[in-house]
């Protein structure tokens, strides 16, 4: 069992940064893949960056070049650097781990990005 908490969201002007961590109860040494989605308003959720144990990273086409996944396996935790933020970013997002056949979500943390 995992319990994953978010944490970093907040409000932001176009151009701007954000850094969201996600903080994960148990060993990550566990843990397949770390996944960061998203989900804007009346959208569906959307699997944004993807990092796997042995860190091989992907991103969605949208951010690829302005977001960077990144984990550091000894503080148990997933970050995710969002840099030239835009107003299409705005959305609820979500750390999502899956160990094996099993998918654990948090809570979400919104960000908002203002043109």
């Known amino acids: 069992q995992v319990q994953l908490v978010e944490s970093g969201g907040g409000l932001v002007q176009a151009g701007g940064s954000l850094r969201l961590s996600c903080a994960a109860s148990?060993?990550?040494?566990?843990?397949?893949?770390m996944n960061w989605y998203r989900q804007a308003p009346g959208k569906q959720r959307e699997l944004v960056a993807q990092?796997?144990?042995?860190?091989?990273?992907a991103y969605v086409d949208s951010v690829r070049g302005r977001f960077t996944i990144s984990r550091d396996n000894a503080k148990n935790t997933v970050y995710l650097q969002m840099n030239s933020l835009k107003p299409e970013d705005t959305a609820v997002y979500y750390c999502?781990?899956?160990?094996?056949?099993?998918?654990?979500w948090g809570q979400g943390t919104q960000v908002t990005v203002s043109s």
């Open positions: 990092i796997s144990s042995d860190s091989p990273t």
């Open positions: 148990g060993s990550m040494s566990s843990i397949n893949t």
């Open positions: 999502n781990a899956i160990i094996t056949i099993n998918s654990y």
